[in-house]
C-alpha cells in the first residue's frame, strides 16, 4: 500500500500504481492525481485494515507521516519511525556502537546561549527532526555559529509554514561532530526478518566541505560494487539495536576509511520527491515495486554493461526565491549534458525548484557534473 501526499509525485510512480492497482491512500493529493491516472483509491479503515493484514506501507512523502501517527498509533510501525525519524534519538539508541562520537541535544530556545566555544570545531548543528538538508549547518568557529543561529531564527515562521512538525520540527536542534569522508545514500529496505536489501548506493557530489546542498547525487557500478556488502553489514549492525521489520528507508552515512558513520535514517521511504526513481534510470529497478513484493536486486546481472557510466539525478534547486520556472530555459540546460534520461519540469508554491534531471554521464566526461554543481543556473534563465 502506498500513502501519496504533498509535496510531489512522479508519473513514473503514478503509471506503476495504476498499472499494477496498488491500493493508494484516497487523501485529497492522491484524488488531484486520479484525474490523470486511474488509482486504486482506498479510505481510512480499509487502509488501516490491509495494513494490519500485510505489514507493507510506502510512503512517497514524510507528510504522510501525521496519517500514519493518527491511524496507526497502536501499531509498532511508529515505535519504528520514532527510534530514526528524530535524530537526537537515533543517536542515542546507537551510541555503544559509536562510543567516541560527539553529539549533542539542544533546545531552540537555548540556541543562543549554548556556550558553543567549548565544543571542538568543526561541527554540523540541524534540527532534531528535518528534511532535505533544511536547517542544517556546518559550523567551524564561534563566529559561524552565531551566524547560523540568526539565521535559524530569521528562517523560523517560513519551515513552519512549508512543513509539518512531523517532518521538520524546530523545537529541538542537534549539534554533532562533522564526520569527514565522502558522503552516500542508500534506498534500502528491512524484509520481515530484519534483513536489509540495499536497492541503490548513490554518492552526493558537493562543490567544498561546507556545502550542504542536494544539486547532484550519482550511482555506479563501481559505487555498487564496492560498497553493497560492507552497506550490508552496517544495516545489520545498527538494526540490532533497532530492531526494524517491513521497513523502506533512505539512510544517509559518510565513509571515512573503512569507517563508516550514518548521518540520518529516514523512515518509510526512499529518496525523496521521487528522486528514488534514479535506480530505475539507472539499472532497471523500480524500487517501491521492489519493497512491495519483496524483490532482491540481482546487481551481478544489472551491471554487466554498466561500467564506466555515471547515472546522476541533478536537483534544480533556485538559488534565489521567487524565479519564474516559465522562465527557465530547459532546452538550453539539456543540450550541455550527453545523455539525458529524464527531464522532470516542476512548478510547485511548496519547492524551490525548477525541477529534476537523469542524466548518463561518461566517466571521462564527468566534468558536465561539476559545472552544474558549481552552477547558480542564471545562465539558463530567459532574457
Not at 480499509?46 to 514524510?62: D, R
Not at 559505487?223 to 550490508?232: G, R, S, T, V
Not at 566517466?363 to 539558463?380: F, R
Amino acid at each position: 500500500m502506498v500513502i501519496l501526499e504533498e509535496p510531489y509525485v512522479s508519473d513514473h510512480l503514478l503509471k506503476y500504481l495504476e498499472a499494477n492497482k496498488v491500493p493508494v491512500l484516497n487523501n485529497s493529493f492522491a484524488r488531484r492525481h486520479n484525474q490523470d491516472y486511474k488509482l486504486n483509491l482506498v479510505d481510512d479503515d480499509k487502509m488501516v485494515s490491509q495494513y494490519k493484514e500485510n505489514k507493507k506501507l510506502y510512503l512517497t512523502s514524510e507528510n504522510a507521516l501525521d496519517w500514519v501517527y493518527n491511524h496507526l498509533s497502536e501499531e509498532p510501525i511508529i515505535e519504528g519511525i520514532n527510534k530514526v525519524k528524530n535524530k537526537a534519538s537515533f543517536r542515542e539508541l546507537i551510541k555503544d556502537i559509536y562510543p567516541d562520537f560527539f553529539f549533542d541535544r539542544i533546545a531552540y530556545d537555548r540556541l543562543e546561549d549554548y556556550a558553543a566555544q567549548k565544543v571542538k570545531f568543526p561541527v554540523v548543528l540541524k534540527p532534531a527532526v528535518g528534511f532535505f538538508s533544511l536547517g542544517v549547518y556546518v559550523i567551524n568557529n564561534q563566529a559561524e555559529w552565531e551566524n547560523a543561529v540568526a539565521v535559524i531564527k530569521k528562517q523560523e515562521e517560513k519551515l513552519k509554514t512549508q512543513f509539518p512538525e512531523s517532518v521538520v520540527d524546530l523545537g529541538e536542534f542537534i549539534l554533532e561532530e562533522y564526520i569527514k569522508g565522502t558522503e552516500y545514500a542508500i534506498d534500502a529496505y528491512y524484509d520481515e526478518l530484519g534483513k536489509p536489501v540495499i536497492l541503490n548506493i548513490f554518492t552526493h557530489r558537493f562543490v567544498s566541505a561546507e556545502d550542504v546542498s542536494d544539486r547532484i547525487y550519482y550511482t555506479s557500478k563501481e559505487i555498487i560494487e564496492n560498497y553493497k556488502e560492507p552497506f550490508e553489514d552496517f544495516l545489520e549492525k545498527i538494526n540490532q539495536v533497532l530492531q526494524l521489520t517491513n521497513f523502506p528507508m533512505h539512510v544517509e552515512v559518510r565513509l571515512d576509511g573503512e569507517r563508516i558513520v550514518p548521518i540520518e535514517v529516514n523512515p518509510m521511504r526512499f529518496a525523496g520527491l521521487s528522486c528514488t526513481d534514479i535506480a530505475y534510470y539507472a539499472y532497471g529497478i523500480n524500487t517501491v515495486d521492489y519493497y512491495l513484493n519483496k524483490k532482491v536486486p540481482d546487481f551481478k546481472e544489472i551491471l554487466k554493461d554498466k561500467a564506466g557510466k555515471l547515472y546522476s539525478l541533478i536537483v534544480l534547486d533556485k538559488k534565489e526565491a521567487g524565479l519564474d520556472c516559465s522562465q527557465f530555459d530547459y532546452e538550453k540546460l539539456t543540450t550541455d549534458f550527453e545523455h539525458v534520461m529524464m527531464l522532470r519540469k516542476v512548478d510547485s508554491k511548496f519547492l524551490n525548484i525548477f525541477g529534476f534531471l537523469f542524466v548518463e554521464t561518461r566517466e571521462e566526461n564527468s566534468q558536465e557534473l561539476d559545472d552544474i554543481l558549481q552552477s547558480d543556473l542564471m545562465e539558463y534563465m530567459k532574457k
